[in-house]
């Protein structure tokens, strides 16, 4: 072995690959807010930061109540905490499909649980179907393990409905999931029942599970439904959810993998898979899992309500003011913390682009002006 000769130290390649693209964008732009305008940041997917969303009582006190016994110090199972799991498959347990602890792991955030479904499903050089718009974190993660990540389009003049030939079109024999966000971030959309029926179909047909993000689950407006996966296809699905949206509380970084397996599917070797890869011990805080059962057991159902309550006002508000812009279109979300608009830069003879758009906004140029030359 020759001896090196001077400090040249590299990065991985993983590491290089392992990359959030909404950084990239915006490390990109030139942003410069005009000084004589006060900002209202719309696109942080933190319900914590503006403090208009308090979280309940019970979810602190059950909190204060873990660390005051001096009982959840230790490590946990790497799956996690028994009672914990327990309290989590009751609460997400239907009668189509029951959960019991086996069939839940606990993860740091619902990240920790996208995290170990990709790794446990695909190999290097494999890819995943996941919806655009969505979650960037799933590029993140797939870079990470050289997964390809392939978009399928969501249908803005169908309230986000998946373009189901776009999916199909994008598996071949290297698909190993499809990866279904709902309700949606960045949409704001959720899908009736017969939707997922549609999206089952085409998972069945292919052989394909399905990775559920439901971290939204429940987080629908008055009068909406919002069946999950598992309720309505018997394909083998791994669902991911947690505390962060619902709770109010993403540092808390607690979240769980739901494993649905109602053909035996998971049973020879992905189940295993799921076992080897906790032992990263990359897993949730004790603390957080032993407040977990109290945090389910007593959140009352107007928190939830007050929550959707104040979401719906936002939405209604932002709609409202959008719908008079010319050139912008919102769609009125049924759920979850976001709305969509479209911007029809044809009416904007100021704006080349998107990227233009969001730099001009920032700093307060208008739009719609047409440039003298
Ligand atoms: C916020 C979010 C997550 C990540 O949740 P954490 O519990 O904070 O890791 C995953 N998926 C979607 C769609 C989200 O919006």
Same mark, same amino acid.
């Given at each position: 072995?020759?001896?090196?000769?001077?400090?040249?130290?590299?990065?991985?390649?993983?590491?290089?690959?392992?990359?959030?693209?909404?950084?990239?964008?915006?490390?990109?732009?030139?942003?410069?807010?005009?000084?004589?305008?006060?900002?209202?940041?719309?696109?942080?997917?933190?319900?914590?930061?503006?403090?208009?969303?308090?979280?309940?009582?019970?979810?602190?006190?059950?909190?204060?109540?873990?660390?005051?016994?001096?009982?959840?110090?230790?490590?946990?199972?790497?799956?996690?905490?028994?009672?914990?799991?327990?309290?989590?498959?009751?609460?997400?347990?239907?009668?189509?499909?029951?959960?019991?602890?086996?069939?839940?792991?606990?993860?740091?955030?619902?990240?920790?649980?996208?995290?170990?479904?990709?790794?446990?499903?695909?190999?290097?050089?494999?890819?995943?179907?996941?919806?655009?718009?969505?979650?960037?974190?799933?590029?993140?993660?797939?870079?990470?393990?050289?997964?390809?990540?392939?978009?399928?389009?969501?249908?803005?003049?169908?309230?986000?409905?998946?373009?189901?030939?776009?999916?199909?079109?994008?598996?071949?024999?290297?698909?190993?999931?499809?990866?279904?966000?709902?309700?949606?971030?960045?949409?704001?959309?959720?899908?009736?029942?017969?939707?997922?029926?549609?999206?089952?179909?085409?998972? /069945?047909?292919?052989? &394909?599970?399905?990775? =559920? @993000?439901?971290? %939204?689950? !429940?987080?629908?407006?008055?009068?909406?439904?919002? #069946?999950?996966?598992?309720?309505?296809?018997?394909?083998?699905?791994?669902?991911?959810?947690?505390?962060?949206?619902?709770?109010?509380?993403?540092?808390?970084?607690?979240?769980?993998?739901?494993?649905?397996?109602?053909?035996?599917?998971?049973?020879?070797?992905?189940?295993?898979?799921?076992?080897?890869?906790?032992?990263?011990?990359?897993?949730?805080?004790?603390?957080?899992?032993?407040?977990?059962?109290?945090?389910?057991?007593?959140?009352?159902?107007?928190?939830?309500?007050? /929550?959707?309550?104040? &979401?719906?006002?936002? =939405? @209604?508000?932002? %709609?409202? !003011?959008?719908?008079?812009?010319?050139?912008?279109? #919102?769609?009125?979300?049924?759920?979850?913390?976001?709305?969509?608009?479209?911007?029809?830069?044809?009416?904007?003879?100021?704006?080349?682009?998107?990227?233009?758009?969001?730099?001009?906004?920032?700093?307060?140029?208008?739009?719609?002006?047409?440039?003298?030359?």
């Amino acid at each position: 072995m020759a001896t090196k000769s001077a400090w040249n130290i590299r990065s991985s390649e993983a590491a290089k690959n392992t990359v959030n693209p909404i950084r990239i964008i915006v490390d990109g732009m030139k942003l410069e807010p005009n000084p004589k305008k006060h900002l209202i940041s719309l696109s942080i997917g933190d319900p914590t930061k503006f403090g208009n969303l308090p979280l309940d009582p019970c979810i602190t006190d059950a909190v204060h109540d873990v660390i005051d016994v001096y009982k959840n110090n230790g490590y946990s199972p790497s799956v996690g905490n028994e009672e914990a799991r327990a309290a989590v498959a009751k609460y997400y347990s239907t009668d189509t499909s029951p959960l019991t602890s086996k069939d839940v792991i606990l993860t740091s955030g619902c990240s920790g649980a996208i995290n170990i479904a990709i790794t446990v499903l695909c190999n290097p050089g494999d890819n995943i179907l996941i919806p655009r718009p969505g979650f960037l974190l799933y590029r993140t993660v797939g870079g990470n393990i050289d997964i390809e990540t392939r978009s399928y389009r969501l249908l803005p003049e169908k309230n986000w409905e998946v373009d189901l030939s776009h999916l199909e079109e994008l598996i071949d024999d290297k698909t190993r999931c499809i990866v279904v966000i709902n309700p949606s971030n960045p949409c704001g959309s959720v899908y009736d029942k017969e939707h997922l029926i549609q999206i089952g179909k085409v998972a /069945t047909k292919h052989h &394909l599970p399905i990775l =559920a @993000d439901e971290i %939204y689950a !429940g987080m629908v407006f008055q009068g909406e439904e919002s #069946p999950c996966m598992a309720d309505i296809t018997d394909v083998p699905i791994l669902s991911c959810g947690g505390t962060a949206k619902r709770f109010l509380a993403p540092g808390w970084r607690i979240g769980w993998l739901l494993i649905h397996d109602r053909h035996n599917a998971f049973q020879s070797e992905v189940r295993e898979g799921l076992f080897h890869l906790t032992t990263k011990l990359l897993g949730p805080c004790s603390i957080m899992e032993a407040a977990l059962p109290g945090v389910l057991k007593n959140t009352p159902k107007h928190f939830f309500d007050k /929550t959707l309550k104040i &979401l719906k006002q936002n =939405a @209604d508000a932002l %709609y409202s !003011g959008f719908i008079k812009i010319p050139g912008i279109t #919102p769609i009125m979300p049924k759920g979850a913390m976001y709305m969509m608009s479209s911007i029809e830069v044809e009416h904007m003879p100021n704006i080349k682009d998107d990227m233009d758009f969001v730099q001009k906004l920032m700093a307060h140029l208008d739009v719609y002006k047409r440039q003298h030359t």
